[in-house]
């Protein structure tokens, strides 16, 4: 064709001609144990034509296809699959209405994560996204303190749900999962295999904290190996800097107002240009004060960190490590690669890095040692924190021959590295399991399950799970069941 003259071929003209012939399908995919409401993102796949179409929030999509006979075979997660045949002919239109039948309970996902917290008041919010085509009928929490009796509160909102765990005191391990029901009555619950599988928190004392508003004498601001002649540590109120029309340096601390002053590396005045006070020829060192963690189970440590990279240098890295024994050696907690203009707030449990001890310490290593170029990192909102549980661990060196009552000792050695043994005693003769999780709930292993007599036992774990590897250091928990009785206790394993 040459509609438009002068040579120019007509593409529209052109395309109009290929597709004069095709037929419409329009195709809608309702819910048909839920008033044929409608599904959106189903997905339908035109089997003939290879090609897979997604509805919309109104339950349907329109496609173009040439004549033919074709199957079409409409999916979603919730729903049993289901196949139909359309004939479509030329320049013609056909409309299907496909029905799907519900086959399981709410979708539950982006649960809010806790590992820790300093507040004994509460309450604590767990929410989650809880998303079904026949409707969100009942949301559910569970929680349990100390592994007592499973509680639970209703969970409201929509599509965000949320609960309400109660306030609890310092030493508690909390656990909780979630269960829902959609308006068919199918449930589902998260994690997947819960209640025997959940998530736990921990109620903690706060052993140092500072969002870098008063003065901080106790921070190292450099160290005698540091190299760096310029972006060296300080704390500030960061004037923001921009290369290329990017967020170089940030503008604001991390700390909710009134708050502004955090640990960056070089600070310079308002309008400055972004090299000037930026990580240069080496590295730049934050030391924290060194801190007392040999009374925990287990300890936590959380922190906001900014981490930017500009210019010709992008191999650049930012390293976050602790040290157990007032900064002779270190450990690696994170090496950050990825560069964000934002903060990013940062939880970790320090136990399955390193043993707990009387002398712990943090340092927050910048460096440009690569190609030159911008580097800018910051530090806020630094805490620490311990928890130790309310019951102390049975004490093996009392274990009480003549006492016929059911025990669970605490394992010989905990914490252990390649072995540990676990003593326990039943007042009767029955079935007996013992049990070994990690601290989401999963269970890593089943150490014994069969019959005992009355009397005195023991069970020896090698640290491996289930398939015969090497579990990681951290905190796990063993749990005894026989018969009424039940009782667990806690294992750290060293790195």
């Known amino acids: 064709d040459n509609v438009f003259g002068a040579g120019m071929v007509d593409a529209y003209a052109a395309v109009e001609r290929v597709v004069i012939d095709f037929g419409e399908l329009e195709v809608f995919v309702g819910n048909a144990s839920f008033g044929e409401a409608p599904i959106a ?64 309970g709410p979708d539950i996902g982006d649960v809010s994560s806790w590992k820790s917290t300093p507040d004994q008041v509460g309450p604590y919010p767990i929410s989650a996204l809880i998303e079904d085509g026949s409707h969100v009928a009942a949301a559910e929490l569970f929680y349990r303190v100390d592994e007592s009796a499973w509680q639970s509160v209703p969970m409201t909102g929509g599509p965000i749900f949320t609960g309400y765990v109660p306030g609890q005191p310092f030493g508690t ?7 829902a029901e959609d308006g068919v009555g199918f449930q589902s619950v998260y994690p997947a295999n819960a209640p025997d599988e959940y998530q736990t ?8 904290a500072t969002d870098v508003e008063e003065e901080t004498p106790e921070w190292s601001l450099g160290t005698s190996g540091d190299q760096a002649t310029a972006g060296i540590w300080e704390p500030a109120d960061p004037n923001a800097t921009y290369y290329g029309g990017e967020l170089v ?8 107002d009134p708050g502004s002053i955090c640990f960056v590396t070089g600070n310079s005045p308002p309008g400055a240009e972004p090299g000037d006070n930026d ?73 399955s890095h390193v043993e707990l001890t009387s002398q712990m310490q943090f340092r927050f290593v910048a460096c440009d040692e690569a ?27 009392t274990w009480d021959e003549n006492d016929v009552s059911d025990q669970l000792s605490a394992g010989v050695p905990n914490p252990m590295r390649s072995q540990t043994t676990i003593r326990f005693r039943l007042s009767n003769a029955g079935k007996a399991r013992i049990d070994l999780f990690d601290t989401t709930g999963r269970r890593v292993r089943r150490l014994f399950e069969g019959d005992l007599t009355a009397g005195g036992h023991e069970v020896q774990w090698d640290g491996r799970d289930e398939q015969g590897r090497e579990v990681g250091a951290g905190v796990y928990f063993y749990r005894l069941q026989a018969g009424a009785f039940e009782q667990s206790r806690r294992l750290q394993v060293l790195p």
């Open 279 to 351: 990580v240069d020829a080496g590295c730049t060192t934050l030391v924290s004060p060194i801190l007392d963690l040999s009374h925990a189970e287990l300890a936590f440590v959380r922190y906001s960190r900014w981490f930017m990279l500009a210019g010709s240098n992008w191999d650049e890295e930012f390293a976050v490590e602790v040290s157990n024994d007032g900064g002779d050696h270190w450990t690696e907690l994170e090496v950050v690669s990825e560069f964000l203009p934002q903060w990013i707030d940062v939880s970790l449990e320090l136990s």
């Open 371 to 397: 190609a030159p170029g911008l580097v800018e990192c910051g530090v806020d909102d630094f805490m620490v924190e311990a928890f130790a549980s309310r019951s102390s661990d049975f004490d093996p060196e």
């Open 173 to 179: 391990a909390v656990d909780v999962y979630i269960r």
């Open 249 to 256: 340096q940030m503008e604001d601390d991390h700390t909710e």
């Open 201 to 208: 928190f921990f109620v903690t004392e706060l052993v140092y």
């Open 41 to 104: 993102g189903a997905t339908v796949h035109v089997v003939e034509e290879d090609r897979t179409f997604e509805t919309a929030n109104n339950g349907t999509f329109t496609a173009l296809l040439p004549p033919g006979i074709y199957t079409l075979v409409a999916s979603h997660p919730s729903f049993a699959s289901t196949e139909v045949i359309v004939s479509l002919g030329p320049g013609g239109s056909v409309e299907s209405r496909i029905l799907l039948t519900d086959n399981a």
